[in-house]
């Protein structure tokens, strides 16, 4: 708890494995129950140390009455849920994660909330919650109702439950789900359906204030965490402070990086080169939020297949494409965010009533691509460069953007002061790429620290013997230059010795 601002702050690298607590892991000798808080503890922590994670994300355990839901239709703002066991003992659980240095985020609710007649909804024979007009009071998407942001005594209800969270169960930040449906009074309505603010215009006006009041308060009492919208647009200054204008979140997930890159990797690499502007793209707008990086539940269900599965190509150039995707994620510049299962390439799209597919782990393929992701973990925390301006220009640059007919990217992330310098290269195609030159800024040797196409992680072994020297051949504006290898479907990075 008292090194917990220094684990979360912006400079720091927080990669999270996202968790839902009840199909994690499963007792299928015992009627394929879910684990409790107590028993989750030690496996979740160990599993985590293993891969390197910083924090553990869990999707909603306030409780709620429809497990399909996954939490997201809670009913109870101050009650952890029972399916798992006693508020001990989830506290318990956090604090076991605490003893092995893994931060707890939890995701919160404030968007909407079931209609069930025993719960909010028209608690004292009144709307007191919610708006009386289904036009501003229900959203069609959940079939919920929308919380009436207007009024004080709702006001006050929220944020003293997300206070409550953070004082009682000591969470090292919350992430909130859905903003964009608080901020928008035509969210998901055709027209007609929805009723202007008092200026004629679509933005709900009471969500953004309380939003704003929601995160100041937060970071007034809990200066060391960190709350993290879901913002589905380009809503702009989600994560800049109050004072300046902005919604206050420390965080913003990035959904265009994530739509975007996944859209491009679910094609066939021959057609790539068409589509190189999807992987470029992000610069343009990465420093307008403080960004985290999420590939999660949303991807894997839903008949939208699991990661690998959206994958092209026969077996062996699938996991080498998710390997390679994995390797874009973790050298871009944000905070880094899986679903549980992705890390060892679950075939199956996620169900809350199974548990992952753990007997993959059987296989080379599996457990070669939870390697590559629990080494690229290990990189992240271990290199300055490249975690320490995540947010901010200065840690990044590019070498080549502009390859699209070979489908190469390059570029460097360097740390404060410049005296880490990490160069990356992907090559998007299944051809190696032989004497591939890319300008570096120093001479000197360069270890290739990361190599996706690894033997030991199911790769073809094809790299560069663990590095190579810089060469004082001028390219790309450069005067050292190296000459590569680069892996079919792969990835390198090379860290600078000097």
Not at 105 to 111: H, K
Not at 361 to 376: C, I, M
Not at 449 to 456: A, F, G, K, P, R
Request: charged share 20%.
């Amino acid at each position: 708890m008292r090194d917990r601002g220094r684990r979360i702050s912006l400079n720091a690298p927080i990669s999270i494995y996202e968790v839902h607590a009840g199909s994690w892991r499963r007792v299928p000798e015992d009627n394929n129950r879910w684990l409790s808080y107590r028993e989750l503890a030690p496996l979740l922590a160990e599993y985590l140390e293993q891969m390197g994670f910083t924090h553990v994300e869990f999707l909603p355990l306030t409780e709620h009455p429809f497990y399909g839901s996954w939490g997201y239709q809670t009913t109870g703002y101050f009650a952890a849920t029972s399916r798992y066991g006693t508020p001990q003992d989830l506290m318990y659980l956090i604090d076991y994660l605490h003893q092995r240095g893994i931060g707890v985020i939890l995701d919160w609710v404030p968007s909407h909330f079931p209609t069930d007649d025993w719960a909010l909804g028209y608690f004292d024979g009144t709307h007191l919650f919610e708006h009386s007009d289904p036009r501003k009071g229900i959203h069609k998407d959940w079939d919920s109702y929308v919380f009436n942001y207007g009024r004080h005594e709702v006001r006050s209800f929220l944020l003293s439950s997300a206070i409550f969270w953070l004082d009682t169960y000591h969470l090292d930040g919350l992430r909130v789900d859905a903003v964009a449906s608080m901020l928008y009074l035509d969210y998901s309505r055709k027209q007609g359906e929805w009723i202007p603010n008092q200026f004629g215009s679509r933005e709900n006006l009471e969500a953004i204030d309380f939003l704003r009041h929601f995160n100041a308060e937060v970071y007034k009492r809990h200066a060391d965490v960190q709350t993290i919208a879901e913002e589905s647009t380009a809503w702009p200054m989600v994560s800049r402070p109050t004072y300046v204008g902005g919604l206050g979140f420390g965080l913003k997930w990035d959904m265009g990086w994530m739509h975007d890159t996944l859209e491009y990797m679910s094609k066939n690499p021959i057609h790539r080169k068409y589509h190189h502007n999807k992987l470029t793209f992000r610069m343009i707008y990465a420093w307008h939020e403080n960004f985290v990086l999420p590939l999660s539940h949303d991807e894997v269900v839903h008949g939208k297949s699991s990661l690998l599965g959206k994958m092209p190509g026969d077996l062996w150039q699938k996991f080498a494409n998710l390997r390679l995707m994995y390797a874009y994620m973790y050298a871009q510049p944000a905070k880094k965010l899986l679903f549980m299962g992705s890390e060892f390439g679950q075939w199956a799209e996620w169900s809350h009533d199974l548990s992952l597919e753990w007997h993959l782990l059987q296989y080379d393929s599996h457990r070669g691509l939870q390697n590559w992701v629990a080494d690229l973990n290990r990189a992240y925390r271990a290199e300055r460069a490249l975690h320490e301006f995540d947010c901010d220009p200065m840690g990044f640059e590019w070498i080549d953007a502009n390859d699209s007919e070979q489908s190469l990217l390059s570029f460097m992330r360097k740390s404060r002061g410049g005296d880490q310098i990490v160069v990356v290269v992907f090559n998007f195609t299944p051809l190696p790429r032989h004497n591939y030159r890319v300008g570096v800024p120093r001479g000197g040797y360069w270890q290739e620290i990361l190599n996706s196409d690894s033997e030991s992680y199911g790769g073809a072994g094809f790299g560069n013997l663990g590095g190579t020297e810089a060469q004082q051949i001028a390219a790309h504006g450069r005067e050292h230059s190296l000459n590569l290898i680069v892996p079919p479907l792969g990835a390198v990075f090379f860290k600078s010795a000097g």
